[in-house]
């Protein structure tokens, strides 16, 4: 059975970094094999698709976080990883893990199969 267990989640203040990771759990292969990725849903706002990663390594951002996020992910240690910088408060979200049973993202990131119950993160001003 798949599951996938955020966490990192926290407050910070505007300006500030903080790492999620999502540690992976019953795949057949190593999470390297899959497409992975990120999205991303503040009260009262629709889904946002943040960060995907392929299974060739092909990252895609959303523009309002491009040049601030980094996905990336650890075969071995079957972890997905977001590393965000220069925090803003319109980054204020919880932010979900989620896996397509594919190698290539294809769709956006909250319409994968797979997804965890999420972290909380808060940047405040």
């Known amino acids: 059975q798949v599951q996938l267990v955020e966490s990192g989640g926290d407050s910070v203040q505007a300006g500030g970094s903080l790492r999620l990771s999502c540690a992976a759990s019953?795949?057949?292969?190593?999470?390297?094999?899959?497409?992975m990725g990120w999205f991303r849903q503040a009260p009262g706002k629709e889904r946002e698709g943040v960060a995907t990663i392929d299974g060739d390594d092909t990252t895609r951002y959303a523009d309002s976080v491009k040049g601030r996020f980094t996905i990336s992910k650890d075969g071995a240690k079957n972890t997905l990883y977001l590393q965000m910088n220069s925090l803003k408060p319109e980054d204020t979200a919880m932010y979900y893990c989620?896996?397509?049973?594919?190698?290539?993202?294809?769709?956006?990131?909250?319409?994968?199969?797979?997804r965890g119950q999420g972290t909380q993160v808060t940047v405040s001003s």
């Open positions: 989620a896996s397509s049973a594919s190698s290539y993202c294809i769709a956006r990131p909250y319409e994968y199969r797979y």
């Open positions: 019953g795949y057949r292969y190593a999470i390297s094999n899959y497409c």
